[in-house]
């Protein structure tokens, strides 16, 4: 890669207002946090042109906030032979890039095949958030393509908006109202970061028996199903694409398939391709049983554990891809599904012995 003689550190500034509270004996904790979160000169690779011949050097591109708050709420009690731990915690967090060190105060993010950036950091929004044009449903008449025109203010001439649209096609929103559908018309479409993060937690003890659920959440986040090469005209797509638009079938969720595209439906990046990615996933599910110790002291062990377990048992969530739990390897990659292998269900069995 060039060199970059000037580059330096990232440096973070954090302020943290925190509050705990101890009741009913210290049953009942909570611990609050609200912090603000700087981070300035941000390490990031800007696009050069391929004609360099090498990769771009990391170059200090700018400024980002965060700022949020921390909800934990533990709750421990024992009622008769009963023992429990019930912890319960929820964080809110917002992101905003503050700084970008070039004209434009934005950067290009991850390309998805054939359809180029798909994501964008840019001043005044989510790092990384959704770049593309919003749709306003689909065409259902010729008549409605043909009402969906743009009058010039100077000459009052008339023109249509989508000219190569047909019934079935997507309706793209003319954003700044300029007569055309075009990048100038791309704008925020959704955020690839969780709004709410949350955790669940339940420990259980009765006599000899154990018992633990672990649950996670995240609520509020976009992701786009990438799943699908729809540049690919002769490719298998998912069942879901039977639900195109016919003649017979216009409540359709998606436009017409067609291997040329005209309207580009398919070829655009829109809201089409994004889906609600929140979801409940229970992470850990676990039975124990300690044998008494006057049953296993004869073969000298203070303790002998046998247990059942399942991992990732089971996750509710109206994503249609494999998986919601997305993860990145940048910032700018979050949020885009591009075939994650999904997290298997695992059952374990096992023994812990002591002696």
Do not use: C
Not at 48 to 56: K, P, Q, R
């Amino acid at each position: 890669a060039i060199a970059n003689p000037d580059l330096k550190w990232e440096t973070s500034e954090q302020s943290d207002l925190g509050l705990d509270i101890n009741l009913l004996k210290d049953k009942l904790s909570i611990s609050s946090d609200y912090y603000v979160k700087t981070t300035k000169d941000l390490l990031i690779r800007p696009n050069i042109l391929s004609s360099v011949g090498y990769s771009a050097p990391y170059v200090n591109g700018g400024n980002v906030q965060n700022k949020g708050i921390e909800l934990g709420i533990t709750y421990n009690d024992k009622i008769g032979d009963l023992g429990m731990n019930l912890s319960f915690n929820i964080s809110h967090n917002t992101n905003k890039v503050t700084q970008i060190n070039n004209t434009a105060q934005a950067l290009a993010g991850a390309a998805y095949i054939s359809l180029g950036s798909i994501t964008r950091m840019a001043v005044g929004q989510p790092i990384g958030y959704f770049w593309g044009q919003r749709t306003a449903g689909i065409f259902q008449t010729q008549a409605e393509v043909d009402a969906y025109t743009y009058t010039n203010p100077t000459t009052g001439a008339v023109k249509k908006i989508q000219p190569n649209a047909k019934p079935g096609d997507l309706k793209f929103v003319d954003t700044n109202n300029d007569g055309s559908i075009s990048d100038l018309d791309r704008t925020n479409i959704g955020d690839p970061n969780p709004k709410y993060i949350t955790g669940f937690t339940i420990n259980l003890n009765y006599h000899n028996f154990d018992f633990s659920l672990f649950t996670i959440g995240m609520f509020g986040q976009k992701v786009f199903n990438g799943n699908y090469r729809f540049d690919k005209t002769v490719s298998n797509m998912p069942a879901t694409m039977l639900d195109h638009w016919t003649p017979d079938n216009t409540g359709a969720k998606f436009p017409r398939f067609i291997s040329t595209d005209p309207n580009k439906n398919y070829a655009t990046v829109s809201d089409l391709l994004l889906e609600n990615g929140s979801f409940v996933r229970v992470k850990n599910i676990q039975l124990g049983y300690s044998l008494p110790a006057g049953l296993i002291s004869k073969a000298r062990l203070t303790r002998l554990r046998l247990f059942a377990a399942v991992d990732n048992a089971f996750t509710i969530t109206k994503y249609t891809g494999f998986d919601p739990e997305i993860g990145a390897t940048n910032p700018l990659s979050l949020g885009i599904d591009r075939g994650v292998y999904p997290q298997s269900i695992t059952f374990r069995f096992g023994i812990n012995a002591k002696l």
